[in-house]
């Protein structure tokens, strides 16, 4: 059975950083996609990063390039999203998910994922 926990959420002023991490269990971690999304009020779930099958490569929304890294811990099966500069628009649920069979260009695509975590909420605000 697969799960996947997030953590690290809260309220940040604007221009701070979290540190968001994800463990997942019940799965072979290095041969899954891992990405983290993310849902703001009213509106559609929307891709942040992620780490690709095999090569690793981690692609990211423009909206938080330059400001958000992802990263991966395979002796912990964690997945971290270090997010800095944070932005009133950053505002939302963050989520994690995870997919054993996504090809590098559906990476941005909720459909593509079938395991998601129950989401932390991230509230960037003065």
């Known amino acids: 059975q697969v799960q996947l926990v997030e953590s690290g959420g809260g309220l940040v002023q604007p221009g701070g950083s979290l540190r968001l991490s994800c463990a997942a269990s019940?799965?072979?971690?290095?041969?899954?996609?891992m990405a983290w999304f993310r849902q703001a009020p009213g509106k559609e779930r929307e891709f942040v990063a992620a780490?690709?099958?095999?090569?690793?490569?981690?692609p990211y929304a423009d909206s938080v390039k330059g400001r958000f890294t992802i990263s991966k811990e395979n002796g912990k099966n964690t997945v971290n999203l270090q997010m800095n500069s944070l932005k009133p628009e950053d505002t939302g649920v963050y989520y994690c998910?995870?997919?054993?069979?996504?090809?590098?260009?559906?990476?941005?695509?909720?459909?593509?994922?079938?395991?998601w975590g129950q989401g932390t909420q991230v509230t960037v605000s003065s």
């Open positions: 019940g799965l072979t971690f290095t041969r899954y996609a």
């Open positions: 780490f690709t099958r095999g090569h690793g490569a981690t």
């Open positions: 998910a995870a997919s054993g069979t996504v090809i590098t260009s559906q990476l941005r695509a909720r459909s593509a994922y079938n395991y």
